[in-house]
């Protein structure tokens, strides 16, 4: 049987949406019209179908982290209670609300009955179920430990979205203080300062240098400051453009790598990344080599990326992972050190959690930081560039008192 996305009209003239498990097409419109349901679109959910309606590619584009965790961890509860596959799916089923995981489950459950594997299951869904999370479920599959595997994925998404929210916290933070900045600097410079300084226009004594460089900046934003932002906005376009490019993207990351502080906290988030779903994996089961390079694909920065997966041809060659890792010079000397000593021990696997641990602490505690420093800083900055206004504005007025003195 397969699972069919459908578009039917009530007798009272709505449209209804929903899944339902058939053997073709005709057997879901047959059913539609059993239950006094006009069929208007019948779509088989399969991802190399090119026939699918628009609401089947929206599906491809997956679930948000949290359902995704939850829908896992429904799973690991109702695979460990001693359910089969196929009563879990359909258990979980029934319990979730969310229309999409509904329609993913479904067709998950069709083909489970039809024979396939969970994993094979949701190689029709890549885009939901990624590279990592379904060789993990085909590593617990075939090591019949699929319920302990799924808690453990379960954990791993948590965690991810965990540090995902991290940073862009950290990211968001920062740039809107420096927004607001900007526009309360640019709200100064371009309306505010012009009206103060046509009190200078009839004064014939001449103007502080300071004075002339306030209304130079001021008619400069006046006259150029909408090619200005036209032109930032026109290069973050082009940049966006050209690092869709596989070798200006690598020379990028490259370039970040050697940035001093930035360097150190891209190396610190992509080793904790990476030393995470290798643990994730050797736990479940995968051998290394297979875990490394399902483990390079999650890291953002090509040339870490580039690193593992030339790190696991060295270790395919008999070197040691800790040694590989070492040569690419890409990771933290505690990370390496560890590794080592759970090869040496026999235990790997928590010592990259170990590893995992350390990088993510190190992040939290760098962000923490320079969140701190930041806000008093801008803060400063801001304080400096409206004195630098007041002085330039204040100084001609000093002056012309003193000659009216005289």
């Known amino acids: 049987m ?61 679930l948000s982290k949290s359902q995704l965790a939850i829908l896992t961890r429904q799973l690991a509860t109702m695979l460990r209670s001693g359910s089969p596959v196929e009563s879990a799916l359909s258990a979980v089923l029934k319990q979730t609300q969310k229309r999409t995981v509904k329609t993913i489950l479904t067709a998950i ?3 489970v009955r039809e024979g396939y594997t969970l994993a094979s299951a949701m190689d029709e869904f890549p885009a939901v179920f990624p590279k990592l999370y379904r060789a993990t479920v085909a590593a617990g599959e075939q090591s019949s430990k699929l319920d302990f595997v799924l808690e453990r994925l379960a954990d791993h998404v948590e965690q991810s979205q965990e540090l995902r929210s991290k940073i862009l916290l950290a990211l968001i933070y920062p740039v809107v203080l420096i927004l607001v900045a900007l526009l309360v600097t640019i709200v100064l410079l371009t309306y505010v300062v012009p009206k103060v300084v046509q009190v200078f226009d009839n004064i014939d004594q001449a103007l502080p240098g300071i004075t002339l460089l306030l209304i130079a900046i001021s008619h400069f934003l006046q006259n150029y400051g909408v090619y200005l932002g036209l032109s930032m906005v026109l290069s973050i376009l082009v940049f966006n453009l050209l690092n869709r490019n596989e070798r200006f993207k690598y020379g990028w990351h490259g370039l970040l790598l050697k940035v001093p502080g930035i360097a150190h906290l891209i190396k610190g988030i992509n080793t904790a990344v990476f030393a995470r779903t290798f643990s994730i994996l050797m736990s479940s089961g995968v051998n290394a080599l297979e875990a490394m390079k399902i483990s390079s694909s999650v890291m953002n920065n090509q040339v870490m990326k580039k690193a593992v997966e030339v790190a696991a041809e060295r270790v395919r060659e008999g070197s040691s992972i800790s040694s590989a890792l070492e040569q690419s010079r890409c990771f933290p000397a505690i990370t390496l050190y560890l590794i080592a000593s759970g090869e040496s021990s026999g235990n790997l696997v928590e010592m990259l959690e170990h590893a995992a641990d350390s990088q993510e602490k190190e992040f939290s505690t760098i962000t923490s930081v320079i969140l701190g420093l930041f806000e008093p800083l801008l803060i400063v900055t801001m304080g400096g560039v409206v004195l630098f206004i007041v002085i330039a504005i204040l100084l001609p007025i000093f002056k012309l008192n003193q ?3 005289v």
Do not use: C, M, W
């Open 109 to 111: 459950r069709a083909r």
């Open 403 to 405: 000659l009216v003195g």
């Open 2 to 62: 397969a699972a069919f996305e459908y578009s039917a009209l009530t007798q009272q003239g709505k449209t209804e949406k929903g899944v339902l498990e058939a053997d073709s097409s005709r057997q879901v419109s047959q059913k539609l019209k059993e239950q006094s349901l006009i069929p208007l679109e019948i779509n088989e959910i399969h991802r190399n179908r090119r026939t699918q309606g628009h609401r089947n590619q929206l599906l491809q584009r997956g």
